[in-house]
Structure formats: structure tokens, C-alpha cells
């Protein structure tokens, strides 16, 4: 029989496939459905190895699966250093894989893409929980938006959230969160005064005031964006872990698998291990269970579990050990994962000699925390900060969101990593911030904006639960007058 | 070891929380039991209560439940996003009582089925009949029928397949 690692029944979501497209993947025929990536559709027939690193050779599988790494740069029709993780199938399309740097086609050789120029009022680079939120609100507003996603489906990690959301009813407590992202997007998509750009890359800030937008589908163009402000919500990635073969495909972002299991329906394999109990490890490994993925164990270095107690309790009912003061040694395997060795670690986080463990698994899925994505803030000059609350370097801005850099705003993971909730309550913010402040918002606007500030600040953060990631967030917030002078030393007035 | 090392929380922690209706109050009827014992930013649940039977006094407070006012209907143990709501039934003659819990997994359960009892440690403490089972957004909502003595204690179930 042939191998098929999709998923046709799930308690939570029914996939709704699209028609059968068929590709070649190295000359070979592969069959697949309309709405999967090229990644997924090969990962679904077996394929682990998607590259090979540049120097040693060493097999490369799939990270992140959001476009965020570069472990799945492939060739697709002639053209190298595709991420084929969110890469769309398409009919008769050509994939290669790539050993190690790939050959850049020479100018002659390639179709010259047009340059378009628009303008508009607001640019939202981003189209996940914050930015489907502050590209809704700015529409509302009055604001004609241009709204920008790498992927070619919209709602960031939203459409890979299958536990229903916490927090109250207003901000979709209760919805889950793939169902959320087909709500926002539908309405973003609808709305008149929002024009959408998927699959297409904001790849600079220019001259203090375009943005270059590369956009791959339907047509390839170089769109140059005037905006009059810019809301950045540009996400996380995954962050990595140093044990020995972590590069094994097999080794992957938990929400990675994430993304295969729920978006694409397809399973990321027989066995795994989890290493990092926080949230996002606690509910990616309920998730593989009910996508049919054993769980052998959850490490978790510290004494405690990071994440929330109802997370780890859904678990351990179903029989998943949470090891606390655990971690991985390595991964063992020939071109794919085979299984890993874990040990318990001293006061100290050093492993206890003698109480190693191997645990025979196909996946090892990292879960120690995500860094906000600030590639465009960093490229456009902003000032960042390390926040280690945060997750790492994020711009530092004003408490309407407003960065180093006037008229452009951060909102959601990027700007420190929080949850949906959250994310949508900044994209409101920076949204109706930017309104006030082109002279769009009304008095209702200036009311809303203080009413979500108070709510975000002095009621949900407040929770104990999330006082680290509040703590980060007043690390990061200046006021009005502090952001003057930064802006006045670091860009000598502009 | 506490709950926030294991994952798993003990009845007597839930005593101590002040989240354990009264043997007085069990023995009377269905009630519900938020085995919610930190302080999230959630509000679900008071919302999700056709009786108003459960307050906070923030948004991250834990849940209080006015037990006289529950009636064990189980509407909001579909709503509960962190599967946290449970209605234990210890008022029936005889050596059963019964736990109403959610459910997120294929195959569905059905009624009349006899399922594993899961402990909230993933231990199987035996067998049980489904006696009812309905669904909201995916959560099936089963009730089963337990030993009297796991009444505290069974807090999952599988379905074979
Ligand atoms: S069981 Fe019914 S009455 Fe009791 S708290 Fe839940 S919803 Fe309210
Ligand atoms: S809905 Fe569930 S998770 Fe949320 S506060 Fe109520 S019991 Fe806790
Ligand atoms: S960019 Fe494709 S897996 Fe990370």
C-alpha cells in the first residue's frame, strides 16, 4: 500500500480537501490536493529529507513550517530558495531539492516581474490574530488598507489552533482558534476598504516611507507600497535547542507539527517526544494524541510545569508522563529520527550521570519558547530591545504601539509574545492609534483605544499567570516623550 | 509533589481551594467541580452558566460555584475551554454514581457503550457505561456510570475502537 500519513478522521476538524493537483517531485509523479503546500503534500507520501546543509552534507527536514527558517529551500520551477512549507501545490509544478547553496539564475535568464506602485492609507504586514484584527478596525475606521501575508491562506497561527480559546467572549473565548482565522479573514477579504496580498513577502522599508512587497501568486509582482502608517505584526518563530543531532529531520518546532496535523491534516508521525512543558508544548502534545500520534513523554528542565495546570491535567489523563526536571541528550537516526535520549538534570540543569533514558520515537518536537519575528523592524532601522520576558529582541514602542520609527507600529508576537487574546487587543490598538493619529478616529476611537488599554494593562495582564510576559511588556514601553528623544538621537530628527 | 509539578491535582487540594461542594451538598444531587485552581485569565465558564451559578471576581479569578444554585446540567463543561468542568452525581441509591466529563477524541462515544475509566493520572480504574452523551463545538459532554468510589476520581474516558 502506499503511504499515506493524512489524517481522514479527527475529532476536532473535518478536513475539506481540495481537488487532486499532481506535481513532479524529482521527476516522479505526486498527487496531492488543492490547499496543501508542497511540503505537506510530499511529507504526507514519506518524504523527511528536504535539503542538505551546505558544508557537511547532514540532512535537513522540516522546522517550522511556517516560512520562518530555511530548512526546506527547494527549486520549483527553476527557481531555488523556495520555502516549500508555504509553497502552494500546483498543477504540473517542478520541485527539486537543493544540496546545500543553490545556483541564483542569472538576470538573463529569468522573466522580468513588474514593479506596481499603490498608495494607501495603512499597510498591515501580517495577517494573523493582530493583524486581521488592526487591518479590520482601520478599515472601519474609514482607513483604505493593504493587508500582506507570506502565506497563501490567511490567519497566522490561528488556522492551526484547534483547543478553544480562554479569555471572555468579546475577544472569541470559546471559539477555536482555526475558526476564529476563517471568521476574521472572511470578513478581511469581504471588506471594501481592505485590498489582501497573499503569498507575498514585505521585504524592506525605504526611504522612510515605501515598503517593498514581493508577491509570488497569482501573478509575481514588485509591489511598492506608499503608506501613510504601517502596522508590523509580523508573528514568532520557533526557538531551537542545542543537543546532539538536533538537525535530524524528525527534530521539528512544535508548532510545526502543529501546522501539519491541523492545517494540513497530516500526521508528523507514530511517536514523539515533547521537549518544553509551556503552553504551546502542553497543547501541541494533546494535539498529536487526538491526531493519533502516541506521546511517550514531555522533559521539562525545570522543577514545575511552565504552562497552565488545566493544559498538563488534559494530558496526564490520557496517561502522557510530564517529566519535570528532565531534558534531551540527543537524537539517534540515519536520515531521520529513530529514537532519543533523555536524562534527568541536577539543582544546576546538568544531567545526573547513569539516569539516561532512550525512548524509541519518530519525533522529537521542541517546544522552549518562541522569539518574536523583527526581521522588519530591524531592516527599517527601529530601535529593539533584548526582553528575555519577551522572548528576545523586540522594538521598543509607545503604549499605543507606536515604535522608534513615527507611523509604524508593532502588534502581536512581534511585539513580544503573548497569546491571541492579546494579539488581537494590540492590533486593535495600533489600529486606532494610527487612525487618531492621521486624523481618521473619531472621539469613539480615542474612547474604545483607552477602554482596550485599561482592559489589557490593568485587568488580563494582571492575571499571575502571565505576569512574566506583562513585566516584559512595561520593559518595553516608553513614554511619549522618551520615544522624542530616541527618535531625535537615533535619526537626528527625522 | 503539587499539582503545578505533576498535572494532576488531589482531591484535597481542591478542598483546600475551597472548590469541593459539601458531602451534604453531593449526596443531594448532580453539581459541578471546576478543578480550576489558578489564577487564569478565563471567563468562560460564568458566561457559559444558564443558572448564573458561577462568579468571579476578575477576569482571572478562579471560579467560585454557588452550589445551591447548580443543578448539575453540564452546560458548561462543553464551554470550559481548559476541560476543566466536571459534574459528579453521587446522589443515586446503590453502588453508582455518575461523572459527567468532556470528551475530545475519535471515535465518538455513544450512548450505552462501555468505555475505559481513566484516572486524572491516565491509570485505568475499570469500566463504564455511557449513559448519555451530547456535543457542542466538537466537545462531546459523556456521562458515565462509575463505581460509587471512583466517583472522585474518574475523570476521562476511551473509547476503543
Ligand atoms: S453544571 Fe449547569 S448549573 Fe452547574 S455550573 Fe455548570 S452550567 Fe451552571
Ligand atoms: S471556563 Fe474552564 S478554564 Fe475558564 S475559568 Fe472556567 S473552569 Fe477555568
Ligand atoms: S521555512 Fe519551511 S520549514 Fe521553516
Redo the contacts with the bound molecule.
Sequence with gaps: MEIDYRIYEHPIIRFKRGRRVRFYFEGRVVEAYEGESVLAALYAIGVRVFTWSKKLGRPRGAFCMIGKCSSCFAVVDGVPNRRICIEPVREGIRVERQRGLAEIPRVEDVEPVETVNIETDLLVVGGGPAGLKAALTAADQGMDVVLVDSHYRLGGQLVKQTHKF?GSKEYF??KRGFQVAEELSKKVLEHPRIRVYRSSEAYGFFDNKVVGVAVKYPKPLNLVVKADAVIASTGAMEKGLLFENNDLPGVMGAGGAQTLMNEYGVRPGDKALVVGAGNVGLIVAYQLLQAGVKVEALVEIMPRIGGWF?HAAKLRRYGVPILTRHTIVKAIGENRVEAAVITRVDENYRPIGGSEKKLDVDLVLISIGLTPDTRFFSQAGAVLKWIPELGGFTPIRTRYLETSIENIYVAGDASGIEEATTAFIEGEIAALSAAIKLGYGSKEAVERREKLLSYLWDEYRLSPVVSRARAGKLKATVSEEEMMLIRGKKFGGV | MGFRETGVIKVGELERLGLMPSRERLKKGPVVI???PEE?P?????D?CPFKA?S?DKIY???RIDWDKCIGCGV?VA???????FVVDLSKYGDKAYVTLPHEFYPPPRKNMTVKLLSRDGRVLGAGRVVKVWSYNNTWVVTVEVPKEYAMEVRGIWVEE
Excluded at chain 2, 464551554?79 to 468542568?85: D, F, V
Design positions: 480562554f473565548g470559546g488545566v | 471546576a478543578e480550576c487564569i478565563c471567563n468562560i465558564c460564568v457559559a458561577i468571579m479569578g478562579i471560579p458548561c464551554y470550559c475551554p481548559g476541560l476543566a468542568l
